[in-house]
């Protein structure tokens, strides 16, 4: 009974759906107005296309953030995760594994993560923060212990079947036009939206996050709903890492860092509460191609590096403003 | 339960505590000093262990690609002179860390020498000189203090990393079949003082070109994909851009990967720095025109070198300017020999 009580009021997908991202459509509307009358490339369809594909990377690991966080948790070693499994699928790959076997064994890999930090978190009862600060440096520290710093080149790995594959899914376009990458993040993200708003996972992680309390009495396994929004994490983590592999064709020490605070803005311009139990796979998307439009157009722009930074910032907590306010306005 | 459950967790975050102190190899007899000839080796028992001198090398970041060769330089340094050597750095790169991880070391008591590429001269120069007057010899190495009690130098000094840049540049636009249109730099790191000195001479070299257009530095994030969206972007808003300047080794693979995915090498010059593997055979496939390399191994090894005759044969160390290299596609065989590099 209470299980068909949170499945009848939960969020639905919707006109009042969509509405309520209305506000940050608009930044984001405002945003592409703006840049396209400074310059009219921006809105060319090459751009257009490169820009889906620039924020595929972080646009598919902010899929997974938008469950933890809906479901009251956070993963900040999603950078370090991300290192790590593209280090150790490239050193299979250049010692001889199959790039296909490589590809799943680092998928698996992902998971596995996700899994670890799942569990710390809710049957170790550590806060998700600390369980996050904490793995960062481990996968780091593991990624390069494995490389000792070395960067790892895939880029020239010829003799495997399954190279074709894997160039065709990081670097391919699909009919020639649209970048594989952007179609992937299209996939997984309307499976992710499938997911979190048609199927009865998708209720207990909003039930979890919103109250914990009644979730429980409703009889929800609340550590194991929300493990498994790490583990959904992982795997997206390492499906963009090894994505990025095929694109960049090399691996090296530095890659990832930063990526959780990208994801954690990408999700919380789209409107998910911080707190829990509110959020939409919607507003992740567009919160992640306001961030891609940001970077990309004040590059168009030649708009000095150093400004950049200070720029993206500022519209950051505009976006956020101009959402808050069209909701309080609904 | 509860209690099991602590026991539990307690020993398995001190397995890798034990593991990290059981990953010190023992001193094996391929590293300790040999004995001299005719003396009778002792039993393990009774021999006296042979106190192996701690040389340190603190690098700007032990992750940058760059840096890479240069840890191969001192491990092998090491080996060769039978030292110990802790190559160790920042990440990201932070010129306070870098001091506080010195300074960690030195109250410990575990630097005999320290080899240093100083993130910033001035945050570091205090510190070089307050070793050098406790007695511990300090050379420097890609970066330089100038002005420290530092004993020697090696690789090419702040003013010779503006002339190299000033060079590399020139011989860039001179590749161009016009000396017009419009040109930019990369930067990934923007507040590294050695890349400032790179665009500074990069800048002063395009200057000289009255038709050339400078329309800004960009790429401004230690990250290969961000580096290739950012040069993405640049080259989708500026089509007419005939020459790019990459400063370091994020945004020179990186935009010789935009050029070729665009189809544009035949169209835009692109110079760039550090003989990677990835850039050596970019260089090799056509799609990077000159890449400068510093020789960071050679900086390395005359680090651990110099330090370990200053302690063991008190030779003063002599600051060398080691030279740097240019490949090109035509010479670029020779460079991925020399660099074992096949792909």
Partial sequence: MEIQKLHK???????????????????????????????????????????????????IIAIGMTFLIIGGNFDLSVGSMFALVSTISAVMMVNGVSVILALLLGILLGGLLGLVNGVLSTFGRIPSFVVGLGMLNVYRGAQLLITGAYPVVVGWVVDDPGIELFAFLGKGKLFGVIPMQLVLLLILWGIGYFILTKTVFGVWTFAVGGSPQAAKIAGISIGWVQTFGFVITGVLVAVSSLLQLSFIGSVSGQVGTGYELDCIAAVIIGGTKLDGGEGTLIGTFIGAAVMGAMRNGLVLLNVSAFWQTLIIGLVIILAVAIDKWTKKTN | MKTTAMLLATVLFMLPLVACGESTPPPSEETSPAAPAGEVSQTPETEPETEKLNIVVSFHDPTLPWGQPAKTAVEDAAKEFGVNVDFIGPTPTDPVKQLEQIKTLYEQGKIDGLAIAPLEDKTLRPYIDELSDNGIPVVTFTTDSPESKRLAFYGQGFESLETIAYELTKKTIELLPEKKGKVAILNSIPDLESLIKREEGSKRAIAEYPDLEYIGTFANKADFQDCYADVEALMTANPDIVALFAEDSFTTPSAAKVLRDMNLNDKVKLS????????????????LDILVGQNPYMQGYLSVKALYECLTEDIAPVSVEVEAEYATPQNIDEFLQAYNVSG
Avoid: C, H
């Fill in chain 2, 272 to 287: 760039g720095y550090d003989m990677t593997e990835e850039a050596l055979l970019l260089v090799r496939d056509g799609n």
């Fill in chain 1, 9 to 59: 009021n939960r969020p639905k997908t919707n006109r009042k759906t969509l509405f309520s991202e209305f506000g940050i459509l608009v930044a984001f509307i405002l945003l592409t107005i703006f840049f396209t009358i400074l310059n009219p490339k921006f809105a060319s369809i090459t751009n257009i296309l490169n820009m889906g594909r620039q924020i595929s990377t972080i646009g």
